[in-house]
């Protein structure tokens, strides 16, 4: 079993930053995914970023990607996403969620383990 806390949500302008956390417990190992998805009201919810422990790969969506960074302190066992020039269609509740299976997969049906999830608000 693994352990999934979000937390750094907020409300902020379009343009600013937030960093949002994900801490994890329980059996986490180097092979395991760790993957951030968003889900917005109405909509599906779609892959963000993922990364593995090990750091051997990383992959965004395109509609972060340059804005969005993933990194991990494995020490403390927490993954964060900086996001940087914040837009009004980045609002969501975001997850993280881990696959146990190290393959990498933008498919929310591959992910074993989900968070509760944070609120990101992004006003014009």
């Known amino acids: 079993q693994v352990q999934l806390v979000e937390s750094g949500g907020g409300s902020v302008q379009a343009g600013d930053s937030l960093r949002l956390s994900c801490a994890a417990s329980g059996r986490t190992s180097s092979h395991l995914v760790i993957g951030w998805f968003r889900q917005a009201p109405g909509k599906e919810r779609e892959f963000v970023a993922a990364?593995?422990?090990?750091?051997?790969?990383?992959h965004y969506s395109n509609s972060v990607k340059g804005r969005f960074t993933l990194s991990r302190d494995n020490a403390k066992n927490t993954v964060y996403l900086q996001m940087n020039n914040l837009k009004p269609e980045d609002t969501a509740v975001y997850y993280c969620a881990v696959d146990k299976v190290p393959v990498f997969s933008r498919s929310k049906s591959d992910y074993d383990y989900w968070g509760q999830g944070t609120q990101v608000t992004v006003s014009s």
């Open positions: 990364v593995t422990w090990s750091g051997t790969w990383l």
